[in-house]
Structures are given as C-alpha cells and as structure tokens.
C-alpha cells in the first residue's frame, strides 16, 4: 500500500467514495503519470520518429492530466463534483486515446506495451470511480 | 504578449479555435495558475487560519487544474474535444468556487482581492474559449 | 515494480548510475511527492492549523522539487550532471527538512508519521544515487 | 505586473532578496517555462525530428525546473537556501543548456529563437536573484 493511501486513512474526508476503488484510483493514476513520462523519453529514442509523434503528444497530455486529477483526488476534505467529475472524465478520455496509440505501437516496441497497460489500468479505475460518485 | 502566444503563431494546430480566444485563455490560465500558487502561501501567513483553510484548499485544486488546462491548450497539434472540453469544465468549475471564496476575504485581504479577479478573468476566458470549440 | 520502472529498462540513456540506485530513487520520489501532498490536506484538517504552517509549506515545496526531480531523472537519455546533480541536492535538502519536520508532529499524528517515513527514504535514495553519478 | 508579483507584495517573507530582482525572476521562470511546454509542441511539428530530439527533451527538462523554481520562490515565508540555491543552480544549468540548443534552431524555426530568448532571460534573471541571496 503506498504512503498516499496510507495517509488518506488517516483524516476525514468529504468525498463519499467507496475505500478501496478510490485508493486504486490515486495509485493507478500515479503509476500511468510516471509511465506516460517514461514513455515519452522512450518515443524519443526510436528510429522511426515520425511515427511516434503522436504517441509523445498524448503521452505528454496524459502526464499532465493525470497530475492534476490524482492531486485533486489525493485532497479529499473538499469534494466538489463540478470540479471533480469533468476532470475524471477528461482524464479517462485521455487515458483512452493514449492507451489505444501505445498499444499500436505495443508489438515492437516494449515501452509502449508496458505504458498501454498503465493506460488502461487507469482508464479503468478512474471509469470504477467515476461511477460511484455522485 | 508572451513567448507561448508568439510561439503558438508559429506551428500548425488541429485546435480549430479564434487565435485571440485561445492566447487569451492561455494567458489567462497561467496568470490563474500562478496567482493562486502565491495566494496560497499568503493565505497561510494570515492569523485567523480556520477561516482560511477552504480557500487554501481551492487554491490548491485550482494551481493544479490550471497546470494541466494550459499545458494540454498549448500542445495545440494533437486536439481531441473529448479531452479538452471536460478539462476546461473542470477548470471554470474550480475558477468559479475559487473566485468566490477569494472574493469573500477580498475586503480585508488585499491577496485574495488579486487572486479573486485572476480566478474571474480565467473562468471567462475558458467559457468564451469553451464556446467556440465544436 | 512499478511501470515506470519497467521502461526505463527498455531503452538505452546517458545516465550512467547503478540500475537499482537509480530505480529506487525514481520510486522513492514519487512516493515521496504523493505523500506530501496528501500530508498538506491532512495537515489543513488539523485542530491546532498554527502549529502545522511550517508543516505545509515543507510538504508543498517537497511536493513540486519531488515532482521535478522524478521527471528529470524519467529522461534518461538526455544526462547533464550541471542540472541533475542540483536538482538532487536540493531534493536532498527539502526531504530533510520536511521529514524533520513531519517527524516532529508523527507521535500524535499517524498523517505525519507516514510522510516523515516517505520522505527518509527519498532522501537517503536520492543520497545514494548522487553518490554514483560523476 | 502580475497578479502573482501583486500578491507577493501583501505578505511578509523571510526570504531576504531585492524585491524587484525576485518579481523579475518569478515572471521570468513562469514565461520559460510556458514557452518551452510550448516550442516542446513545435518541435514535433517539424519535419527533421531527428535534429529535434535534444532540443525536445531539454524543453521538457526546463518546462519541470522551471515549474518547481517558481512555485518554490513563490512561498516566500520559509525560505532555505540549502533548497533554494541549488534549484536555482539547476534552473540555471539547464535554461542555459536549453537556450543554446534551441539558439542553434534559431535561424530557420522562428519558435526556437522565441523561446532561446525566454531562456536566455530567465537564466540571467536566476543568476541576478541567485547572487544576493544569501
């Protein structure tokens, strides 16, 4: 269990989510930030350059959205669905597009696998999450 | 006008946007970004702290939110509205709350004065921005 | 091992620092970074907010140069020791000061026990990895 | 003037700087930093990708040092500058690596001889701050 989730434990919140699915949901998001990072500087040291540009660009985009959602998600004593709702929405689309350009790539290039998963881990808690709130 | 707006003149895009809607938003969302980073810190230098602590908060969500509006705004190639519509949502939603709370500590905080009115400025931005988008 | 992690092993780069060393550090940093973010809401939902001030601002600052750290040794291609070996100590720095800090608060608050933990290991994993980079 | 220099006018600080060198250094790191994200976009947009892969990642280096330099000189009431200095050293490492490499772009992309002059100007704006700070 990482120290994010441990510490979530610890204070009262606002957020009326179950536990488990938003504590997976920081953790993936964390994860898929540090890949889609790691996946960039990957892109960038293929041969084929040309194809790749599309992967960097939604790998940098997922990196910043993932940033501002599991920040958000991580300050729990002020829940405001206005705000919360649309940015995991985004963040879902976001972790759709790029996981779909990664798996393109996934066959040849190992990088892209690995983040394609990250991806639609991501995607997935995030959709789990979505659900439950109000 | 700043680099990023003479920069984003000088590159295709995909994000079929008015020129001037989009500077401004970019700008604006910056300016956002960094008013309510600094508000933060002069929010926690105030004595009656309790009163504070929703504004802190907003500040944080909304630093964190501008972050990510801007940088996906100025990777301007790679346009998918279903990414960048909910993410200014998201944005207006927290410039909003964030405005509002600021503005109620406005008369007697010169520095949530400030930040009110650079909340207010981004939220317009991103609706006038928002509209024109298909 | 985290997903991050598995792609740094796919490609070649010019940072030339033991596996693991570096590994652990990059882990040991986002760690780091998500709990003091967590830590700063936690904090803010304190009784006595005076006494936890100097605690916030460490666990926001920690957060951002965490945050910068962990991207600039994400990008392994690209090492320049003029701007990693810096951005390390001053890492090194602020995990210092937060964990002491946060230490200060950890017997009656579990919050800050687990931040203080968090940012020990980051600063003795950035410790070890500096040690090894020319 | 900012909003951000505006706010840091109304609140005391213990970080001991000429007021005018640390608002110039502020508005400089926030400009480099946005104008890297954004010729970081443009550079994918070219043709020669392969001449553009060092210019790319030391945009993407400086967007992330910059980021956390302003957002760590924006809390100006705990200053350290066991973590202050060496972030500025490591800001200004990599805004001159930066400025050099897109200055050799220059010529024929006018966003890397935009954004060359960003970096040049907050290089110099760092050392400035950097040098009276004790």
Request: proline share 2%; net charge negative; with cysteine.
């Amino acid at each position: 269990m990482s120290y994010a989730r441990q510490i979530l434990d610890t204070y009262p919140r606002t957020l009326d989510a179950d536990d488990n699915l938003l504590a997976v949901a920081i953790d993936a998001i964390s994860d898929c930030a540090q890949a889609c990072q790691a996946d960039t500087d990957a892109d960038l040291s293929e041969q084929n350059l040309a194809e790749m540009v599309r992967c960097i660009r939604l790998c940098l985009d997922c990196t910043d959205i993932c940033a501002a959602a599991g920040a958000v998600l991580s300050r729990l004593a002020e829940y405001d669905p206005a705000v919360t709702r649309p940015l995991l929405e985004s963040c879902i689309a976001i972790c759709h597009s790029c996981g779909e350009e990664c798996e393109r790539h996934a066959a040849h290039m190992e990088h892209c696998r690995i983040c394609a998963e990250a991806c639609r881990r991501c995607e997935q808690a995030c959709r789990d999450l979505l659900e439950t709130l109000k």
